[in-house]
């Protein structure tokens, strides 16, 4: 199998594993074994709210379960830490941030030099399988618009240029616009511009 097409059978295993044990969770009548089954589901920014809302019923349920407690009082600790963490991105609305990047080609790209146009800024990384399971949907727009003044900006926060460009390759990404200073989340353009969890896209 090529890596890509395993990342892909374990993402579908990882996704049924989940929605397995939030089933389990849903009817089991032991307070203290479904807040155990909590431990595997993970504290990941798309569980998150998941976790926090379950944690809660189960407690009102039975305060005094003790993996019960032990949940409430992990998610109370960093309740609303978290919750604002998971708020990913600038707000609708705001002005685009400007910034300057090199593109892998080389080239010098400075976002107001694109003023007229309309700009697809996406966050995205070769290894983030939900970034590669949306990138048809981009390629797509993109082969239907880019004659009508579209394009698109990748913003990639990988950390190797090979794996980047067979990414890019792989996927068909054929928009001239590629940018990464391969620095993943320590990059200036993810604080810039919020980016809490990929895929992130602003038009």
């Known amino acids: 199998l090529l890596p890509e097409k395993v990342l892909e059978l374990k993402d579908k295993q990882?996704?049924?594993l989940f929605k397995d044990i939030k089933s389990f969770i849903a009817i089991e009548q032991n307070v203290d074994v479904?807040?155990?089954a909590l431990n595997y589901i993970g504290a990941v920014p798309e569980n998150i709210n998941y976790l926090i809302?379950?944690?809660?019923?189960?407690r009102q349920k039975n305060p005094d379960a003790?993996?019960?407690e032990i949940w409430y009082e992990s998610m109370d600790s960093y309740r609303k830490q978290v919750l604002d963490k998971v708020e990913n991105g600038l707000k609708v609305g705001v002005k685009?941030?400007?910034?300057?990047?090199?593109?892998?080609k080389g080239d010098t790209l400075k976002l107001k030099n694109l003023l007229g146009n309309y700009v697809l800024l996406d966050f995205w990384a070769s290894w983030c399988q939900p970034c590669r399971k949306e990138n048809p949907n981009l390629v797509a727009a993109y082969n239907e618009f880019s004659k009508r003044k579209f394009t698109i900006v990748s913003i990639s926060l990988d950390s190797k240029l090979e794996q980047l460009q067979k990414g890019i390759k792989v996927d068909q990404l054929n928009w001239p616009?590629?940018?990464?200073d391969f620095q993943k989340w320590?990059?200036?353009?993810?604080?810039?511009?919020?980016?809490?969890?990929?895929?992130l896209n602003y038009l």
């Open 14 to 16: 990882r996704e049924k």
């Open 177 to 180: 616009y590629h940018i990464s």
């Open 96 to 104: 685009a941030p400007d910034f300057e990047s090199v593109t892998i």
């Open 66 to 68: 003790r993996y019960s």
């Open 53 to 58: 809302e379950t944690t809660d019923k189960l």
């Open 186 to 199: 320590r990059s200036p353009l993810v604080k810039q511009y919020e980016v809490k969890a990929i895929p």
């Open 34 to 36: 479904a807040a155990f």
